[in-house]
């Protein structure tokens, strides 16, 4: 089994950043693709983010791009969210996922392709 374990959530002011990351452990972790999402207050879990792990695609929600960022280290099996800019709106839950299969690019702003997901670490952002 795979274990995610997210961190780095907290409270911000509109304007501020936080690293969120997402730590694989467990059996021998081999993902095809990590995953962001989030779920705001009285929402639906909504796709943030989504990288390769070899590299060649990154996919981001309109809401997000231009502020946030995914990155990888594969020597620590572990991806990252930066996220700059921060809005009142961003304040969610955010969750990490992995996908080990390899499906077309777009498939990833699902929850389906996706077969291991995080507890989830809230990010507050007060106006």
């Known amino acids: 089994q795979v274990q995610l374990a997210e961190s780095g959530g907290g409270l911000v002011q509109a304007g501020g950043s936080l690293r969120l990351s997402c730590a694989a452990s467990g059996r021998t972790f081999r993902s095809y693709a990590m995953g962001w999402f989030r779920q705001g207050p009285r929402k639906e879990r909504e796709f943030v983010g989504a990288i390769r792990w070899s590299g060649g695609w990154q996919y981001y929600a309109d809401s997000v791009k231009g502020r946030f960022t995914i990155s990888g280290d594969n020597a620590k099996n572990t991806v990252y969210l930066q996220m700059n800019s921060l809005k009142p709106e961003d304040t969610a839950v955010y969750y990490c996922?992995?996908?080990?299969?390899?499906?077309?690019?777009?498939?990833?702003?699902?929850?389906?392709?996706?077969?291991?997901w995080g507890q989830g670490t809230q990010v507050t952002v007060s106006s």
């Open positions: 996922a992995a996908a080990e299969g390899n499906y077309s690019g777009t498939s990833y702003w699902r929850a389906g392709p996706y077969d291991y």
